[in-house]
C-alpha cells in the first residue's frame, strides 16, 4: 500500500468519485500496457531470430515502419522534456506520469533497435502483435475520456497525438501483414489498397524532395489545365485528365472477370457478383472505411470547440485560450476537408473502377451467350443491364459504408447529447426509435415498387427498341401510333410503380426532415421539466449536434433504397453473367472421337432446338445426320420453315444441343439471311478486325461487285455506313456480308440466302467470281439457297424438311428423284443454256462487268454531307430556357407552391431557433412561465412539420408529372419525324434518350433539385440570421461573396462541359452494345469478339476518362469552398471573442444570439460545398432534359391534308406518276429523275432494276416516306400530297423487303386492331401456304418472340403477306416478298396473288423474274430513269429488250 502512495500520492484509488482514477488510467492501461508491448516484441524476436526468409516490402511502406516510431519517440521526448521543466520550476510530476511517458519512449526506441535486425519484419508483421497493438488502441481509449473531460487544451492535443501515432502505426502493420498473406491469393487486389496508394504517393514526394507535388495532389490542381481551357473555350476528349494505369478499362475488365471466373469454379450452381467484387475491390474498400472513420469521428470536434467558446464567453475570461478555440474550430475544418475530399477521390476511383468492369464484362457476355442461351432475356432487359443495373451496381459502394457510418455517427451524436442534457436526449430518441419500424415498412414497399418498376422500365426499353428498329415499316403499315399506345401503356404502369416509389420516398422525406425539430422540442422540453435551466453552451452544442444529425438521418433512407436497388440488380446482372457461354461445335472432336479428316461437318443424331427447356415438346432439327467432304460446294434447298437457317445455327453453336453430337473444324466465316452490318467505313465492314490486304481486298470488291460501288462514292472505301447499313440497298447489305466472308478466307463458309437480296445479273456475277473462284476454292462452302443455277453448280444438294434432312446427294440425282420440284429451272426458254455456261465458268463473260455494277443512287454519301450526323453539344452554361422547360413540365401551379413551401419551412426552422436563443437570455428573468416557451416552440415545430409534408409531396409530384409529361412529348416528336431523321440518327443514339436520360428526369434529377432547393433556403436563412445576430459578418458578405462567386464561375463553366463530354461519350457505349446484340452470331463465327470487345474497351476509356476529370474538378471545387468556410467560422468566433474582451466599439449581442451565430456558422462549411456541389450535379443533370428537348425540335412529317376522303378510297388504285423526282438529301444525286409512267386500276405490275436502280424509292414516294421534289403522284384522281399522311398510308397494303414481326400473339401480329375474325385469319395464312406451320407452333394464340425469331426469315415473309391479304385495299405492294422462300413456295404465292388479287392493283419489286412473268405490265428502272415497259411476254421475245436480258440472266 504504501508503494502505491508512493506512486500515486494524490489517488492511491482505482476510483475518485467521478471515474477511474488518472493514476490508474496511466499505471494500468498506459505503463502496463507498454511493459507489455515491450515483452511481447522480445519474445518474438528471441523466436523469430533464425528467420532468413525474404518478404516483400515496398520501400515507402519501409519509410514509415521507421518513421512513425520515430514520431512516438519525439512526442514522448518531448512529454519527459517538459515533465523536467515543471519539476526544475518547482511543480514536481508524479510518478505515475514518469513511469508512463518513459515506457513509450522505450517501446517506440526498442521498435527501432528490432528494425535493425534481418528478421524485423517478421516480428511487426506478427499476428500476436498486430492483435495486441488492437487491445492497446482499446485500452487508450479511457485515458481519451479521461484527458478530454479535464478540458485541458493542451494535454488533448498532446493525447490526440500519442494515440494518432499509435493508429497509424497499427494500422500500418496490419496493412502489412494482410498484405503478405494476400499475395497468396490470386485473387488479390490489395496493391490498389488506398492508404498503400496514398503512402506510396507521400513517400515519393519526400525522396525527390518536392513537397509542392504531395500539395498538388491533396489540393487537386492536377486538373487545373482542364480548368483553364474550360473556362477559354470548348472542350474535347484532348483536353482531359489521362488514366492512371489500374483505371484503364482493359485492366478493370481482366480483374473483374478473373474474380468473376474463381467465384463461378467454386460455385458454380449459384455464382454471386456481389462477392465477385468484393474479393476484386473489397480491401481497398475496407481501407477506405477506416478514413471514413476518422473523418466521421473529425466531425463531432466542431460542436465539442463550440461547447468549450461559448462557455468561454460566458465566463468573460480574459485569457488567450478564446482565440485558441476560435482557430481551432477554422483549423478542424480545415483538416475535416481534406479527408473529406481524399475519401471521396479514391471512393470514387473504386467506383470508375467498377463501373467500367462491370459494363466491359456485360459487355463480352453478350458476346459470347449463344442465341439459345440469349432467348431468356428481352433485349429491353439485356439494354438496362448496360444503362441502369450496372450503375445502380457502382452505387452501392456509397450505401455499404453509410449502411455502419450513419449508425455510427448518430450514436456518438447521441453520447455527446446525453453529456449536454442528460437522459433528457431519451424523449427525443424516442421519437426516432419509433420510426424505425415505420421506416422499414416503408423501405420493403419501395424495394417491392421498384422491382416491379424495373420489370416494367425492361419492358418499355424493348418495347422503345422495338418502335425505332422498324420505324421505317411502322409508318408504312399506319402503326406507329398502335405501337406507340402499347408503349404508353407499358410506361403507365412503370409510372404506376415510379409515382409509388416517389411518395413513399417523400414520406421517408418527412419522417427524417421533421425528426431533428421534434428531436430539439422533446428534449429541451424534458430537460427544462426535470427542474433544469437551460443556457447558451447547452442549447447551441445541442443544436449544433442536431444538425450533425441531419445528414446522417436524412441520408438513412436513401442509403437504403440504394442497396436494395444494388441488391435487385447484382441479382438480375449474376443470373445473366451465370448464362452458359457459346461453345462452337469443334469443341467436340474428342468426346465423339472423330478422325475421318476428309469430312469438315459431321453431324450425328443430332437434335436441336431454341429451347433451353430440356422438356421440349417439337424440335427445330429431328435426328438430323450429314457428313459434308472437305472442299466441297453444299446446297441446302427446302422449302420455307424446313429448318434450312437452323442448320447452320446449329453448327455455329447459337442452337441448344440436347441430342446427338455436331462436329466441325476449322475457322469459320458466316453470312446470315438479314445481313449484319457494322456501322463505320466499307472497309471496316469487309476486314472487319483482320489485318488489311490490299491485293486480297481489291479482288474480293471484283468479286461480289463492289468496286464500282465504291469507286463512286465520295470517299471511296473510307465512306461511311450507317447503323445497321441503313444508307445501303438490301442487296449491297448482301455483298458487303458476302465480301467479308470471301476476305477472311476461313476454312468452312457458310452462306444463308445470300443470293435472294440481288437481282439475276448479279447473282450469276458473285457466284461465278466469289463462290465459285479461285478466292474460295478448297473451301468448304455451304450454301441455303432457292437459286437454280447455284444449286446445279454444286456438288452436293441437301434437301431439308421439318427438321430433317430428307435426301442428300448430286443436283443431277435430285432432279431425276422425287424432290425434283425443288431443282426445277425457271420457265423459260433459256435454261438449257444454264449447265455449261456454269461447268466451263463462262458466266463471268456472259455478263459484262458494266451490267453488274450498281450505280448507287440513294447512297453514297459524301463524309462532309453528315448521312449519319454527329452527335450535338450544346456550349456555355445551361440555359435558363432548359430551367423553365422543365419547370413547365412539371407545373408553374406545383412549382411555386414547393418553392414557397421550402422558404416557409425554412422561415419556421431560424423561428425555431431564434426563439430558443430568447429563451436562453430571458428565463433568468422569470418574465414567462416555462410552459409559454414551450408552446411556442411547439407551434413552430408543428408548422415546420407541415411545411415539410407539403414541401416533399409537392416535389414529389412535380417530379412525376415532369416524367410523365417529357416522355410523353419525346414520343410524340419522334413518332412524327420523317424517316430521314431515323436514318441519319443511330438508333442507340434516340434510346439513350428514352432511357439513360428519361431515368435521370425520372429518379435523379428530382432528387438532386429537392437536395439543391433544400441547400438553397438553408443558406438564405444562415445568412439572415448571420447578419442579424452577427453584425461583423456583414463585413465578409461581400469579400467572401466575390471569391465564392469566382470560384463558382471558373468551375461551372468547366463542369459544363465535362458533363456534355460525358453524356457524348456514352452514346457510342449503348450504340455500339445495341449494335452488337443484333450481331453477336455473326461476330462469334468469325471469332472477332476480341476485336469488338477492344472497340467498346476504346469507347469505354473516352467514358472514363471524362468522369475521372469530373470527379477531381469536383473536388476541386468542395475543398476551396470548405477552405472559404473555414475561414468565415474562424472569423465570426475570433469576433466574439473579441466582443467579449470589450475590444470592439459595438455590443455583439446576448450570450444567446452570440451563441446563435457560432452554432449557425459552423454548418456554413458543409452547406456551401453542398448548395454548389448540388447546383452544379442539377446542372449536370440538366444536360438531360437539355438532350430530350433537342429532339423535342427535330422536323415534324406534314401529317395534315387538306382533303377528306371517302371511305372506299382508292376506289380503282389508278396510279400516275407524273415528272417525279426524288432525292433523299440535297447532295446526293437523285433516286429518280423526272419518272412518269401510269399504271392502270385493277393490274398487276412488276418493277424489274438492279439494286439501287430506284425501285424501292417508288413505294417511298408512294407512302410518302420521303417528300419529292418535283412532280407529283395521282391516285383515283386525288394528288396524294393533299392527303393526311397517315390515312394515306392506311389506304394501301404493303409487305416489306426485312419482313416485320414483333413480340405478341400470331394474331396481334396479323390483326393488330382486332378487326378481322378467326376464320379470315386463318383463311389468309392458307392462301400464303403457312396455316400448317401456324397451327403446329401453337395456333393464333402463340406468342412469338422478338423480331419474330420463332420463325425462319421465310416464314416472316409468308406471315407478313398473309397480314397484306387480311387488309381490304385497292393497291397491293410487294417489296420482294418471294426474295427469302423456295421456288415451289414462290410459285404458289404467284397463282394466290394472281388469283386472289384479281381486280386489285398490285404493284411487285422483284429479283425473281418468274414471280412477274404473269403480270400485265413491267417497268424496267436503271439509274433513277424508267428505261423500258410493257407486256412481259411480248418483252421476253424481244432478244434486244432489257427484260429479256434480265430473264436470261435470272435462268442461269
Known amino acids: 500500500m504504501e508503494f502505491v502512495k508512493l506512486i500515486c500520492p494524490t489517488s492511491p484509488y482505482i476510483w475518485d468519485g467521478n471515474g477511474i482514477s488518472r493514476c490508474i488510467n496511466d499505471i494500468v492501461l498506459g505503463f502496463g500496457s507498454s511493459i507489455i508491448t515491450l515483452v511481447i516484441i522480445v519474445v518474438l524476436v528471441i523466436s523469430e531470430r533464425t528467420t532468413r526468409g525474404r518478404r516483400k516490402i515496398y520501400l515507402y511502406e519501409k519509410v514509415f515502419l521507421l518513421l512513425l516510431p520515430v514520431i512516438g519517440a519525439c512526442i514522448a521526448c518531448f512529454d519527459i522534456t517538459m515533465l523536467l521543466n515543471n519539476t526544475r520550476n518547482g511543480h514536481p510530476a508524479l510518478y505515475h506520469e514518469w513511469l508512463l511517458r518513459c ?139 489521362q488514366l492512371p494505369t489500374d483505371m484503364d478499362p482493359l485492366f478493370c475488365h481482366d480483374s473483374l472477370l478473373n474474380c468473376w471466373e474463381d467465384q463461378t469454379r467454386h460455385d458454380c450452381s449459384h455464382p454471386s457478383l456481389f462477392w465477385t467484387i468484393c474479393y476484386a475491390y473489397g480491401w481497398p474498400y475496407m481501407c477506405l472505411g477506416l478514413l471514413k472513420v476518422l473523418n466521421d469521428c473529425l466531425g463531432f470536434a466542431g460542436p465539442l470547440l463550440l461547447n468549450l467558446l461559448i462557455k468561454y464567453l460566458q465566463e468573460g475570461s480574459g485569457n488567450f485560450d478564446g482565440y485558441f478555440l476560435a482557430i481551432s474550430l477554422g483549423l478542424t475544418s480545415i483538416l475535416k476537408s481534406f479527408l473529406d475530399t481524399q475519401y471521396t477521390f479514391w471512393l470514387s476511383k473504386l467506383k470508375l473502377k467498377l ?247 459431321v453431324m450425328k443424331d443430332a437434335c436441336c432446338t431454341w429451347s433451353l427447356d430440356q422438356e421440349v415438346k417439337e424440335l427445330i432439327l429431328d435426328h438430323v445426320n450429314l457428313a459434308i467432304p472437305k472442299g466441297s460446294l453444299v446446297a441446302v434447298i427446302g422449302e420455307v420453315g424446313s429448318g434450312k437457317s437452323s442448320l447452320l445455327n446449329s453448327v455455329l453453336g447459337e442452337m441448344n444441343l440436347i441430342k446427338g453430337s455436331i462436329y466441325s473444324k476449322g475457322s469459320v466465316a458466316y453470312v446470315p439471311q438479314i445481313p449484319w452490318i457494322l456501322s463505320g467505313t466499307f472497309r471496316d465492314n469487309v476486314i472487319f478486325g483482320k489485318d488489311y490486304d490490299p491485293i486480297r481486298y481489291s479482288a474480293v470488291l471484283g468479286a461480289c461487285a463492289l468496286d464500282t460501288d465504291i469507286s463512286l462514292t465520295v470517299g471511296g472505301d473510307m465512306a461511311y455506313i450507317g447503323e445497321k447499313g441503313v444508307n445501303l440497298s438490301g442487296g449491297q447489305r448482301a455483298r458487303l456480308a458476302l465480301a467479308r466472308a470471301v476476305y477472311h478466307g476461313s476454312e468452312l463458309i457458310m452462306l444463308d440466302d445470300v443470293l435472294s437480296a440481288v437481282d439475276a445479273h448479279v447473282a450469276s456475277w458473285i457466284l461465278s467470281n466469289a463462290i465459285l473462284s479461285p478466292l474460295m476454292d478448297q473451301k468448304t462452302r455451304i450454301l441455303c439457297t432457292h437459286n437454280i443455277q447455284a444449286i446445279f453448280a454444286a456438288d452436293t444438294v441437301v434437301i431439308m424438311d421439318k427438321g430433317q434432312v430428307k435426301w442428300v446427294g448430286s443436283p443431277t440425282d435430285c432432279s431425276n428423284s422425287s424432290y425434283a420440284s425443288f431443282v426445277k429451272t425457271e420457265e423459260l426458254n433459256t435454261s438449257s443454256e444454264t449447265k455449261p455456261q456454269v461447268e466451263t465458268g463462262d458466266t463471268s463473260m456472259e455478263v459484262p462487268e458494266d451490267d453488274v455494277a450498281e450505280s448507287e443512287v440513294i447512297n453514297i454519301m459524301d463524309p462532309t454531307d453528315d448521312i449519319i450526323k454527329v452527335e450535338e453539344r450544346k456550349e456555355g452554361r445551361v440555359e435558363t430556357t432548359v430551367y423553365m422547360s422543365y419547370a413547365a413540365f412539371s407545373g408553374w401551379y406545383i412549382t411555386a407552391i414547393t418553392c414557397l413551401s421550402a422558404l416557409l419551412m425554412q422561415a419556421s426552422r431560424n423561428g ?57 412529348n419525346l414520343l410524340k416528336k419522334l413518332v412524327d419525324a420523317p424517316i430521314a431523321f431515323f436514318d441519319q440518327t443511330p438508333s442507340g443514339r434516340i434510346l439513350n434518350r428514352l432511357s439513360s436520360d428519361l431515368y435521370t428526369i425520372d429518379d435523379s434529377l428530382p432528387f438532386i433539385l429537392n437536395i439543391l432547393l433544400a441547400n438553397f433556403v438553408g443558406l438564405l436563412g444562415i445568412a439572415i440570421i448571420l447578419s442579424f445576430v452577427q453584425v461583423m459578418f456583414l463585413l465578409l458578405i461581400l469579400p467572401s461573396w466575390y471569391v465564392y462567386s469566382k470560384v463558382q464561375f471558373y468551375y461551372r463553366s468547366t463542369s459544363r462541359e465535362l458533363r456534355r463530354l460525358d453524356s457524348v461519350s456514352r452514346s457510342p457505349i449503348y450504340a455500339s452494345f445495341s449494335e452488337i446484340l443484333d450481331g453477336s452470331s455473326t461476330i462469334r463465327a468469325f471469332k472477332s469478339e476480341d476485336y469488338f470487345l477492344s472497340r467498346f474497351i476504346d469507347h469505354v476509356q473516352m467514358y472514363q476518362k471524362t468522369s475521372y476529370s469530373e470527379t477531381i474538378a469536383s473536388l476541386w471545387l468542395s475543398l476551396r469552398l470548405q477552405f472559404l468556410a473555414a475561414f468565415v467560422v474562424s472569423y465570426i468566433a475570433v469576433m466574439a471573442v473579441f466582443g467579449s474582451n470589450g475590444y470592439l466599439p459595438i455590443n455583439l449581442g446576448t450570450p444567446g444570439l452570440v451563441g446563435l451565430a457560432l452554432s449557425y456558422a459552423a454548418p456554413v462549411v458543409s452547406l456551401l460545398g453542398n448548395f454548389l456541389t448540388s447546383f452544379t450535379e442539377t446542372e449536370k443533370e440538366l444536360v438531360s432534359v437539355e438532350r430530350v428537348l433537342q429532339y423535342m425540335d427535330i422536323p415534324q412529317e406534314e401529317l395534315e391534308g387538306n382533303m377528306s376522303l371517302d371511305a372506299t378510297w382508292p376506289f380503282k388504285g389508278h396510279i400516275e406518276f407524273h415528272h417525279v423526282t426524288l432525292r433523299y438529301m440535297p447532295s446526293l444525286p437523285p433516286a429518280f429523275r423526272d419518272l412518269s409512267f401510269t399504271i392502270a386500276g385493277g393490274t398487276q405490275v412488276g418493277i424489274v432494276g438492279r439494286t439501287g436502280a430506284g425501285k424501292s424509292s417508288i413505294l417511298n414516294a408512294l407512302f410518302r416516306l420521303n417528300p419529292i421534289c418535283a412532280g407529283n403522284i395521282i391516285v383515283d384522281g386525288i394528288n396524294i400530297a393533299d392527303i393526311s399522311l397517315r390515312d394515306l398510308r392506311s389506304r394501301f397494303a404493303v409487305v416489306p423487303q426485312t419482313p416485320f414481326l414483333f413480340k405478341g400473339t400470331i394474331r396481334d401480329n396479323l390483326d393488330p386492331f382486332n378487326i378481322h375474325e378467326d376464320l379470315n385469319i386463318w383463311k389468309a395464312l392458307e392462301k400464303c401456304h403457312i396455316e400448317e406451320e401456324v397451327r403446329a407452333a401453337g395456333g393464333l394464340d402463340m406468342q412469338i418472340k422478338e423480331s419474330g425469331t420463332s420463325f425462319s426469315v421465310g416464314q416472316r415473309q409468308l406471315l407478313c403477306l398473309a397480314r397484306a391479304f387480311l387488309k381490304s385495299t385497292k393497291v397491293l405492294c410487294l417489296d420482294e416478298c418471294t426474295a427469302n422462300i423456295d421456288t415451289q413456295t414462290a410459285s404458289k404465292l404467284k397463282d394466290a396473288i394472281s388469283s386472289e388479287c384479281r381486280g386489285l392493283t398490285v404493284i411487285t419489286i422483284a429479283h425473281r423474274i418468274s414471280t412477274i412473268l404473269h403480270m400485265d405490265n413491267v417497268l424496267i428502272l436503271d439509274q433513277g430513269i424508267l428505261v423500258e415497259q410493257g407486256n412481259p411476254q411480248i418483252l421476253l421475245k424481244d432478244e434486244s429488250s432489257r427484260f429479256w436480258s434480265f430473264a436470261k440472266a435470272s435462268s442461269m
Open 355 to 601: 463501373r467500367s468492369g462491370l459494363m466491359t464484362i456485360i459487355f463480352r457476355k453478350c458476346l459470347h451467350v449463344s442465341l439459345a442461351n440469349k432467348t431468356r432475356f428481352s433485349e429491353g432487359e439485356i439494354q438496362t443491364f448496360m444503362s441502369v443495373d450496372a450503375d445502380r451496381t457502382v452505387n452501392m459502394c456509397n450505401s455499404f459504408h453509410d449502411m455502419w457510418s450513419l449508425p455510427v455517427q448518430i450514436g456518438i451524436a447521441l453520447y455527446l447529447l446525453y453529456t449536454q442534457v442528460q437522459f433528457a436526449f431519451v424523449a427525443g430518441i424516442t421519437i426516432t426509435i419509433l420510426l424505425i419500424p415505420v421506416n422499414k415498412w416503408i423501405a420493403e414497399m419501395i424495394a417491392s415498387a421498384t422491382k416491379n418498376m424495373m420489370e416494367q422500365k425492361d419492358e418499355r426499353v424493348r418495347r422503345t427498341g422495338e418502335l425505332l428498329t422498324y420505324i421505317r415499316t411502322l409508318k408504312m403499315y399506319g402503326w406507329e401510333l398502335l405501337f406507340s399506345g402499347w408503349l404508353m401503356k407499358t410506361r403507365s404502369l412503370e409510372v404506376k410503380y415510379l409515382s409509388t416509389r416517389k411518395y413513399l420516398d417523400a414520406w421517408c422525406v418527412f419522417f427524417w426532415a421533421t425528426t431533428p425539430t421534434l428531436f430539439s422540442l422533446f428534449t429541451f422540453g424534458l430537460y427544462v421539466i426535470m427542474g433544469n435551466q437551460l443556457d447558451a453552451a447547452t442549447v447551441f452544442t445541442c443544436l449544433a449536434l442536431f444538425n450533425n444529425l441531419i445528414s446522417p438521418l436524412n441520408s438513412f433512407p436513401w442509403v437504403i433504397n440504394g442497396l436494395i436497388d444494388a441488391v435487385i440488380s447484382t441479382r438480375r446482372l449474376s443470373k445473366f453473367l451465370s448464362c452458359v457461354e457459346h461453345e462452337p461445335s469443334s469443341s467436340t472432336k474428342e468426346r465423339y472421337n472423330f478422325t475421318d479428316e476428309e469430312m469438315d461437318i
Open 103 to 241: 515506457s513509450q519512449l522505450i517501446v517506440w526506441a526498442t521498435i527501432l533497435i528490432v528494425s535493425r535486425f534481418d528478421c524485423w519484419l517478421f516480428v511487426l508483421s506478427n499476428r500476436v502483435l498486430c492483435f495486441w497493438w488492437i487491445i492497446k488502441l482499446l485500452l487508450a481509449i479511457p485515458v481519451l475520456q479521461a484527458t478530454f473531460s479535464s478540458m485541458e487544451v493542451f494535454s488533448c492535443i498532446n493525447e490526440s497525438l500519442i494515440v494518432s501515432a499509435d493508429v497509424l502505426f497499427g494500422v500500418l502493420i496490419y496493412i502489412i501483414r494482410m498484405k503478405q498473406a494476400s499475395r497468396r491469393n490470386s485473387c488479390s487486389s490489395m496493391e490498389e489498397s488506398l492508404i498503400s496508394c496514398n503512402l506510396c504517393v507521400v513517400f515519393n514526394c519526400l525522396i525527390k524532395g518536392v513537397l509542392a507535388n504531395f500539395w498538388n495532389i491533396m489540393t487537386f490542381k492536377s486538373i487545373n489545365p482542364v480548368m483553364e481551357h474550360g473556362a477559354k473555350k470548348q472542350l474535347d476528349f484532348n483536353d482531359l485528365l
Open 912 to 968: 425555431n431557433d431564434l426563439w430558443l436563443s430568447y429563451w436562453v437570455d430571458t428565463a433568468a428573468l422569470e418574465n414567462h412561465p416555462t410552459s409559454f416557451y414551450l408552446v411556442v416552440l411547439c407551434i413552430f415545430c408543428s408548422a415546420n412539420s407541415f411545411l415539410t409534408l407539403v414541401r416533399a409531396f409537392s416535389f414529389a409530384y412535380g417530379g412525376l408529372h415532369a416524367a410523365i409529361h417529357v416522355h410523353n
